[in-house]
């Protein structure tokens, strides 16, 4: 299970990028095993400003629908248009081309919260 | 109750597979390349489905073809033994359909009826006979291209043709082989003693055909248009209202559930299974509502993604008026969104 040391995580499986005042996030390695193969994401609409821990975006599979929780709270700046065409990506590359959107922190003391890598490991793998 | 595992268990293990509950089984839903490259395997090439799930009822002696002709719904007089069909077990009182079941015409006096796994306890009560489920495997070999390479393990096996039934040695082990399946591809599906199973799939895998799981089952057969008995069959439906009305053997005498099934076709029947053509990628999903102009005419039954067609599918009951080529919309998850009732099947093989 691939858990890059660079990136925090959520309880939920969400991973979170910081990038100076903004995190990018999408769904970690283990996620997407899950879910099994990918075949719609509902893009969070720009703009939108988020809670976390509420709803972001739901993430289908040939198996099932799953809800996509945002690990901080902040306001979608960008989204990943390719993934409208394109949901494989999530199963492909889900901490590169597979990442969902990109939110301006509302308060960069959520991010210390979330799970650094070693903590997402022992969560995974427990 | 612990779950029932399939002769091949550990075969699956050791190919990866993540397995699921189903009927009461622990059965693979994947394999490591995942549903979507099973899919298409199957579509272009040749896939393998451990089915052992599926029942096997044995019926035999000399009044074993008059004890199903009256119990099921089609007419056995019209296949003879070494032949295969599609039937139905209905509900004496309601005509509702308690399973839905291929019978195995296997010799003169012997019956393979093969239910859903978790109505085999219901049709042996309803049929008598004997459960023989647990002493086999059941692998369907389905693909464009499944008989050619079938035939490079089991020559004989790979000749039986569509809905025919044989006795087949295949590697040493006496099976019986249908020319049935649930992709909508040609294939055949293969009975082989459990102590033999593993060694048989292992040879067919090895002949280049893809192992594929339950999860790429059921998306080839709902493009392929086939009911799922939990789903577009069950408690309070018929086969009329399935659009199965062929399954009924209306020439015949008397079988379980006519009087209830002439009822309904003299009345019309309230409510039609029909496929619905969505526009985009989301899947629609079981309970969501079908909509026409602003009011609700029907529910989505199964759906899914089309691997093949690239956006949603969905067989839905709908109101029996409505007709291939109708607007509809599908609520998906608060979002409603246009499709359209299309003829089945979704997607056109063999």
Known sequence: ?126 | MALLLSPLDAAHRALGAKTSPFGGWDMPLAYGQGTLAEHRACRTDAAIFDVSHLGTVRVTGSHAFELLQRSLTNDLSKITPGRAQYTHLLDPDDGSVVDDIIVWWVGVDRFDVMPNASNTSGVLAALGGDDVTRGRAILAVQGPHARRRLASVAPVAAEVGHFEVAEVDVLGAGCVVAGTGYTGEPGVEIAVPAADATRVWEAIVAAGVTPAGLGARDTLRLEAGLPLHGHELGPGITPLQAGLGWVVGWDKGDFRGRAALEAERARGIARRLRGVAIEGRRPPREHQAVTAGGEVVGEVTSGNFSPTLEHGIALAFVRPDLKPGDAVEVDLRGTPTPGRIVKLPFVKTG
């Open chain 1, 1 to 126: 299970m691939n858990v890059p040391e660079d990136l925090r995580y959520t309880s939920d499986h969400e991973w979170a990028r910081i990038e100076g005042t903004r995190v990018r996030i999408g769904i970690t390695d283990y996620a997407q095993d899950a879910l099994g193969d990918v075949v719609f994401v509902q893009v969070p609409a720009v703009g939108a400003v988020v809670t976390a821990g509420a709803t972001i975006t739901e993430v289908e599979s040939t198996k099932s629908v799953s809800d996509i929780y945002a690990p901080v709270s902040g306001t979608v700046v960008e989204t990943n248009e390719d993934l409208a065409d394109a949901p494989q990506r999530l199963n492909e590359d889900p901490y590169g081309e597979g990442w969902i959107c990109v939110l301006e922190l509302a308060d960069e003391a959520e991010v210390s919260a979330m799970l650094d890598a070693a903590g997402y490991r022992a969560l995974v793998d427990g």
